[in-house]
């Protein structure tokens, strides 16, 4: 089974090509039977995955151009494992939820290569072919924005595609050079991210963790470069919005993880509280902008940005819980956001609007919606004993070594988090019914309560019982910060990881 | 007295201007037999300028030997092999595309194809020689074929065009005549070669001189590659050419105009004269810049392809600022990348042309393209795909090409280069994304007068899918030519 990584890279794609035979009426079973495959087989995957493994399992290398050390290089660890696990499995449940009438043909094709190139951003071992994943996976997105999207659909998918293209370019060129680098050091080119442990100079890393930043930070997003993300989730059909945050959006955090990290130690002790306090703005800035909200998907969208700032933080903790929190939150978030996507996406369909006004009462007419929705809600807030919880609380832990003071801030998020959740459920759930149009409303049944009940399931079960995802992470994470202590340059980077990596007495 | 020329057979190598030769006497073919018959149909000359253009790529690619021939004026070396190789091969795919549905003025004149032939020829010329003499005179033959092609369009736009392109050209044959003839008088010699030996043991002396036949020599090749400042001609020019011509100038002129400012720069590179080098980063960095701000705003895709494609050109030409070996392959990989997209792009328009268009006439609007998933989803697959390439995106052809040189330049130690390199191609974006916004987003507009594919026909298509197909698989064949590339460029010691 040492090609199970390039046949669930490949897999769909290949269906993609294949359905352009299907016909239309047929092509919604043919989507699903597909992804329902890929599901399994990343199961499979996962199965054959040695947990007690710390370093890349299934890795091949194939040279394409070999004169300037590009390959074809793939492989897994415990960072990337559930990454790849959560992709396929909301790719399945968004399609199965998918409820789309117009031109559902071309949309599901593209949804196939959209999970292509996501898989494969996730299992690159090689920066040029990380690369090219991560800039292809813009083009679905695109046409998934443009095409069925709200009024202004095309605004919308332009910026996001301008915004990520332009600040992946800076991230080429950094690429690049680290290539140069490593050249200059060995007489060979390489863009084998394993190869890359030359030291870079301390100056250096600094300019190129930028270069990297520029990248990943607008993917995220960041505060300040979020601006394209609200426009993104507010045109986007429903199932673009929960691809997005789900998996779209973990593609800029799991970078700074694959990349930013391990490449520039130094430069990344030097730049953690800068970090910090972008996350913390995010966390707060972005908290009360959601609160504003009148629009329910816009809520949800800020709520994002709000939340990825914690798995910021978390990454920029250095030690393992944070960096694990953060990987367990980038796999919560996943799952939270987009089961609550979906259902914004299901009471738009039935009423036609998002907006909070025209609800409420909807616990009535609704109730099983109204549990789902509040248990989604719950989880997203950080209620203990859901899957939110555990990434959240690892995250602000591993960052309370760093800086009580911007641990305390950042732990706003639950509060403001509880704020603009519990107030929109008030306004949407409860109160009187005042528009006719609620009344009559269909409580969720069938296909839809199939595409929900899996991710109520796993949002309850890894909230009591998280250890099957957070042990290989943490075997992982571990690797990575002992990696990062061997090869951080500056004295005072190894001191500060050492003693990051002191929560529980144990040393790193 | 003139004294008699004693040499030997042998020493003249008449090998070396072989392609040149089969070029020409093709053109003199054409001639003959027009002399003799009209009633024979385009494709037979298609075809038969194709014939002459295999046996002229057979003759490149299996000359081996001595380099220098004709009285030391030909210089035959590994990157005159690989542009010739590249112009054959772009003209081979542009001749094709004369093969089109509709019946157009020029190719009922067998004379066309003879002009091509001897344009050919010329650029072969202009490549193949280190001698200012010859590149001057490659390039005239070259040049005065295409003002005549252009015009043979017979539209009011492309006498316009035509008149255009002269003048701004007879500019730049008066720079280039008086830039040789400084140089000349400062080192006593119209060859590259020597004039380098005697800049390097003179110590530069007479630099002011020097400096100024520079200028003139870089002016006119400016108008030749259309850098900024020298760029005004060319989108008129694109918009008076038919599509397929257009997309011909955007590609083999180019390669050629290289292959010379490559041989010309390479000692002031070598040297690391400063001037010569702020000279250089100023022409790059604007040349790439400026056109993609004015692109951004061109309601014509032809315009806004002729804009992108001077970009492009300052793109290529960073290689000549870098002057490493990486960055010369990268220039020689990029352009052959950019052939194969760009002659698909333009090839695309071409067989959306239409005689007797009401709506839009010869132009290529973008709304003409709006909805077009919906009417021939194929089309629009491949153009999207196209502008993608164009606008690099990986892992379609020119994205390579892109990285490469971007890779060439920051280890050429410009940073600044690189970066502002990457940001332009982030702006570019744009105006490639537009077009596939019209394509895939927008809805059609109706009108029952507008017929797309209206040029199409099987040759057409044969060409669009050999571009699309070489521009999806390129990263399976890239190694290859690289390793190709490498082995042309470094035989030659660039």
Sequence with gaps: MEYILTI????????????????????????????????????????????????????VLIPIISQYGISYNIGIDGISLFLVIMTTFMTMISIIGLSEKRDIKNLILTLLFLEMTMVGVFLALDAILFYVFWELSLVPML??????????????????????????????????????????YT????????????????????????????????????????????????QAPTIGSAILAAVLLKMGTYGFVRFSLPLFPDAAVAFMIPMAILAVVAIIYTAMVAYAQEDIKQVIAYSSVSHMGVIILGIFAINTEGIGGGLFLM??????????????????????????????????????????????????????????????????????????????????????????????????????????????????????????????????????????????VNNSVNQLVQEMYIKAGEPITKAKIAHFNTIGGKTP | MIQPISISFDQLNIL?????????????????????????????????????????????????????????????????????IIILVGSGLFILLALSQSRFHEYRYPEYFALFLFMIAGFQFMVSSDSLILIFVGLETASMSIYTIIAMHNRTKSIEAAIKYFT??????????????????????????????????????????????????????????????????????????????????????????????LRFFEVFVLVEDMFVHYLLYGLVVVTITVPNMIALVQTDIKRMLAYSSISHAGFALSAVLVGTTQATNGLFLYWIMFLFTNIGAFAILWVHRRKKDKKYGDGHPFEKFAGLIKTSPVAASIMGLFMLSLAGVPPFSLFWGKMYLIGATISGGE????????????????????LIVYMFLKDKVEDSEVVLMGNANTTLKAVIGISAIATTISVLFIDRLLELINYYVTTSGF
């Design chain 1, 8 to 59: 669930l890279i490949f897999f769909p794609a290949v269906a993609a090509v294949m359905g352009f035979v299907v016909d239309k009426n047929s092509i919604r079973a043919y989507g699903i039977m597909v992804v329902v495959v890929e599901f399994l087989l990343s199961m499979y995957m996962w199965s054959m995955f040695d947990i007690s493994e710390a370093g890349m399992q299934f890795a």
């Design chain 1, 143 to 184: 046409y998934i924005i443009g095409a069925w999207g709200g009024k202004l659909r095309i605004y919308a998918s332009i910026k996001f595609f301008l915004y990520t293209f332009t600040g992946s370019l800076l991230m080429l060129v950094g690429m690049l050079f680290m290539g140069y680098i490593y050249y200059q």
């Design chain 1, 187 to 234: 007489g060979t080119w390489s863009f084998n991210i394993l190869d890359w442990d030359m030291h870079v100079p301390y100056n250096m890393q600094l300019w190129l963790f930028l270069a990297f930043f520029a990248g990943f930070a607008i993917k995220v997003p960041m505060v300040p470069f979020h601006t394209w993300l609200p426009y993104a989730h507010g």
């Design chain 1, 331 to 472: 796999i919560s978030h996943g799952v939270v956001s987009g089961a609550l996507f979906m259902l914004v996406g299901m009471l738009y369909e039935r009423t036609g609007t998002k907006m909070m006004s025209e609800f409420g009462g909807l616990a009535k007419t609704m109730p099983v919606f109204a549990v789902i929705f509040g248990i989604m809600l719950m989880a997203s807030v950080g209620l203990p004993l859901t899957i939110g919880f555990v990434g959240e609380f690892l995250a602000l832990l591993g960052f309370f070594v760093v800086s009580p003071t911007i641990t305390i801030l950042a732990a706003l998020t639950i509060v403001l988090g509880a704020i603009y959740m519990l107030v929109l459920y008030k306004k949407t759930f409860f109160g009187p019914i005042t528009k006719p149009i609620n009344e009559t409303l269909q409580d969720i049944k069938g296909r839809e309560l199939f595409a929900l009940a899996p991710l109520v399931f796993i949002v309850i079960f890894l909230g009591i019982y998280p250890k099957p995802i957070l042990e290989p």
């Design chain 2, 16 to 84: 070396t201007i072989m392609p040149m030769a089969v070029a020409i006497f093709g053109a003199l073919t054409i001639l003959v037999i027009d002399l003799f018959t009209n009633k024979l149909h385009k494709s037979f000359f298609v075809m038969l300028t194709i014939l002459f253009l295999m046996i002229d790529l057979g003759v490149v690619l299996t000359y081996t030997g001595n380099p220098r021939g004709f009285f030391d004026l030909m210089l035959v070396d590994g990157i005159s092999l690989l542009s010739q």
């Design chain 2, 168 to 261: 701004i050209g007879a500019l730049a044959t008066a720079f280039f005549a008086f830039g040789s003839m400084i140089l000349y008088g400062v080192t006593g010699t119209v060859e590259l070669g020597r004039m380098a030996e005697v800049f390097v043991s003179t110590d530069f002396a007479n630099y002011p001189y020097i400096l100024l036949g520079v200028v003139f020599i870089a002016s006119a090749l400016g108008f030749k590659l259309s850098l900024v400042p020298f760029h005004i001609w060319t989108p008129d020019v694109y918009e008076g050419s038919s599509a397929a011509l257009a997309g011909f100038l955007s590609i083999v002129p180019k390669i050629a105009g290289f292959v010379v400012v």
């Design chain 2, 415 to 434: 940073l600044v280069l690189a970066v502002i390199m990457a940001l332009n191609s982030g702006i570019a974006v744009y105006y490639y994304l537009k």
